[in-house]
């Protein structure tokens, strides 16, 4: 069986390290069917030799037939022949192995290993990960990060999820948040370090209303991004909540995080602040809800910077805005909207029908552009189909309304589940909802707003 798997493993380690294949059920059956066989393959000669002794061919190397063979100078030329090349096999082996090893947890370090092996399951974070702003950082630097306990936590979670997938009784869709993920303090912070958190910085937001035009409409803010107040300076903006000084803890009622109940505030002078959402101590005394007690890390507001999935007016302005869907074509922002809002029991349903019914309204409404401009209609269907299937996945139960992005307060979520002055003090203090807090609206909903003019050093 070595025989056989060595040249073919070989040979395929060099496609795969070459790129000339690329394919994440190429490196599976590579890395995890192919390589696994070949040391499967070395273990059984061995065993053969040691434990079939007596058998002509096989009992090589047991302590009888050494014994023979260095007792006879005649037989010693051959013994030495023999042990060089063994040695030289082994050598080969061993090389094999080591390679193939370090491939390999490469490969399983690899997105194309996260999220092309188990395609149904990761197709929906695989895809948004794809689109995000992250898409250019592996899985792991996120999930995992570095150290070797990490690691091996991952790698026994992973066990487990490749059971779950093979048995098809995983999650749909994937319940969030994952408990038991690394602290944001020894993943994001790798990266995004609190010290270089600074200043403020203005914020563009195009909308498209959905009018005949499909009017460009801007919102432009000036984010107070803010500090963690390290390097001596002192704690502000938004990031005021990633101080060291201030350690921030939670309650929350539900496994989404959604209901605060409770949130504590530690002064650097070790006085406690308790703010409580009405009907919390009550709660909490009955014991009708899990109250779960949280530290306040960078996920508790984005709780999804990777795997971001947006609303349908977000998805069709973000086309719009790229241009994979022309402006020109008369009323697509309402047509395309109507159309990915319906619920499908499947994306290639979805797909189908999306073309049909542009096709549709506009051979009814703007038979013109049906006639003399296909080509321009043929791109923003393909434009729309994208909005849906990046964003919304039946197979996996995932709609519009799956999952809550936290970051600023769309539906009463992400800053409003604190900042509702509901939250109170025994002395009557409130968190505050006050805007202007965390952000100055400089223009909302806007076509060509002033405010950018003025910064651009434009009047057109």
């Known amino acids: 069986m070595a025989s056989v798997i060595f040249p073919v493993l070989l040979t395929a380690t060099m496609l795969d390290m070459q790129g000339i294949i690329h394919n994440p059920y190429f490196g599976f059956v590579l890395y995890m069917v192919l390589g696994p066989l070949f040391i499967l393959s070395l273990v059984l000669i061995f065993a053969g030799l040691f434990f079939f002794k007596g058998k002509e061919g096989v009992g090589y190397f047991t302590y009888e037939y050494l014994k023979e063979q260095f007792s006879a100078p005649e037989r010693f030329i051959r013994v030495r022949k023999l042990i060089v090349i063994c040695t030289a096999l082994s050598v080969i082996n061993i090389a094999i192995i080591v390679l193939i090893s370090y491939e390999g947890y490469h490969f399983m370090e690899s997105e194309d290993f996260c999220g092309g092996i188990c395609h149904t399951a990761m197709a929906p974070e695989h895809t948004a990960y794809l689109n995000s702003p992250h898409s250019s950082v592996r899985c792991v630097e996120c999930h995992i990060g570095p150290g070797a306990q990490w690691f091996i936590k991952s790698k026994i979670s992973g066990a487990r999820q490749l059971v779950a997938v093979a048995l098809g009784n995983f999650s749909r869709p994937i319940a969030t948040p994952i408990h038991g993920l690394r602290p944001a303090r020894e993943t994001c912070e790798e990266c995004h370090r609190p010290e270089l958190f600074h200043g403020e910085k203005l914020y563009i937001k195009?909308?498209?209303?959905?009018?005949?035009?499909?009017?460009?409409?801007?919102?432009?803010?000036?984010?107070?991004?803010?500090?963690?107040?390290?390097?001596?300076?002192?704690?502000?903006?938004?990031?005021?909540?990633?101080?060291?000084?201030?350690?921030?803890?939670?309650?929350?009622?539900?496994?989404?995080?959604?209901?605060?109940?409770?949130?504590?505030?530690?002064?650097?002078?070790?006085?406690?602040?308790?703010?409580?959402?009405?009907?919390?101590?009550?709660?909490?005394?009955?014991?009708?809800?899990?109250?779960?007690?949280?530290?306040?890390?960078?996920?508790?507001?984005?709780?999804?910077?990777?795997?971001?999935?947006?609303?349908?007016?977000?998805?069709?302005?973000?086309?719009?805005?790229?241009?994979?869907?022309?402006?020109?074509?008369?009323?697509?922002?309402?047509?395309?909207?109507?159309?990915?809002?319906?619920?499908?029991?499947?994306?290639?349903?979805?797909?189908?029908?999306?073309?049909?019914?542009?096709?549709?309204?506009?051979?009814?409404?703007?038979?013109?552009?049906?006639?003399?401009?296909?080509?321009?209609?043929?791109?923003?269907?393909?434009?729309?189909?994208?909005?849906?299937?990046?964003?919304?996945?039946?197979?996996?139960?995932?709609?519009?309304?799956?999952?809550?992005?936290?970051?600023?307060?769309?539906?009463?979520?992400?800053?409003?589940?604190?900042?509702?002055?509901?939250?109170?003090?025994?002395?009557?203090?409130?968190?505050?909802?006050?805007?202007?807090?965390?952000?100055?609206?400089?223009?909302?909903?806007?076509?060509?707003?002033?405010?950018?003019?003025?910064?651009?050093?434009?009047?057109?």
């Open 206 to 460: 195009d909308k498209y209303l959905p009018d005949e035009q499909n009017t460009n409409v801007q919102t432009v803010l000036l984010m107070k991004v803010g500090s963690g107040g390290y390097r001596g300076s002192k704690a502000n903006g938004i990031h005021w909540h990633v101080a060291p000084e201030n350690k921030i803890t939670y309650k929350h009622q539900d496994k989404g995080r959604l209901e605060i109940s409770e949130v504590t505030l530690a002064k650097p002078n070790g006085t406690m602040v308790d703010f409580k959402a009405p009907g919390a101590d009550e709660a909490e005394e009955a014991k009708e809800t899990g109250h779960q007690e949280r530290i306040m890390d960078c996920l508790d507001c984005h709780n999804r910077p990777t795997h971001i999935y947006l609303s349908p007016n977000e998805a069709l302005d973000l086309k719009l805005n790229h241009g994979d869907i022309p402006l020109e074509l008369p009323y697509i922002k309402k047509q395309g909207l109507a159309v990915i809002s319906k619920d499908y029991k499947s994306s290639e349903e979805a797909k189908n029908n999306i073309a049909t019914e542009l096709r549709a309204w506009y051979l009814q409404n703007y038979p013109d552009v049906v006639k003399n401009n296909m080509e321009l209609l043929d791109k923003a269907i393909a434009g729309v189909q994208a909005a849906y299937a990046e964003n919304v996945f039946p197979e996996m139960n995932i709609n519009w309304n799956t999952y809550t992005n936290f970051l600023g307060h769309k539906n009463d979520s992400g800053c409003f589940r604190c900042h509702d002055e509901s939250h109170e003090t025994s002395s009557g203090e409130t968190i505050s909802q006050d805007c202007d807090k965390c952000h100055i609206i400089l223009a909302e909903d806007e076509p060509a707003p002033e405010v950018l003019k003025t910064l651009r050093g434009s009047n057109n």
